[in-house]
Nanobody, 127 residues
Framework: QVQLVESGGGLVQVGATLRLSCAAS????????VGWFRQVPGKEREFVAA????????VYADSVKGRFTISRDNAKNTVFLQMNSLKPEDTALYSC????????????????????WGQGTQVTVSS
């Protein structure tokens, strides 16, 4: 059974940088795609970024494109979310999850096709 654990969140100021980590146990990331989502209390979970199981193809939400980068370290069995130029609207609980669906059109968007959700790591950006 795959278990994912996030870390790296914190309280930062506008324009700062954070790198979130998503460490896997029970399987390797080469076997599945992984997505990062974020959620603010009272709002729907929002897609942030995804990395195909090939470790190369990436997808980003328009709101983070050009600022965030998703990557994978196979030796550490960890996926990272590098977040630059943080904005107050990036404040949320960030979670990673395993994608188990099929790779059709816009496969990354549907959070219902992810499982093994981690507990999340809080990111707070103050202005």
């Amino acid at each position: 059974q795959v278990q994912l654990v996030e870390s790296g969140g914190g309280l930062v100021q506008v324009g700062a940088t954070l790198r979130l980590s998503c460490a896997a146990s029970g399987s390797t990331f080469s076997n599945f795609a992984v997505g990062w989502f974020r959620q603010v209390p009272g709002k729907e979970r929002e897609f942030v970024a995804a990395l195909h199981r090939n470790g190369i193809a990436t997808v980003y939400a328009d709101s983070v494109k050009g600022r965030f980068t998703i990557s994978r370290d196979n030796a550490k069995n960890t996926v990272f979310l590098q977040m630059n130029s943080l904005k107050p609207e990036d404040t949320a609980l960030y979670s990673c999850a395993r994608y188990y669906g099929t790779y059709g059109s816009a496969w990354w968007e549907n959070s219902d096709e992810y499982d093994s959700w981690g507990q999340g790591t809080q990111v707070t950006v103050s202005s």
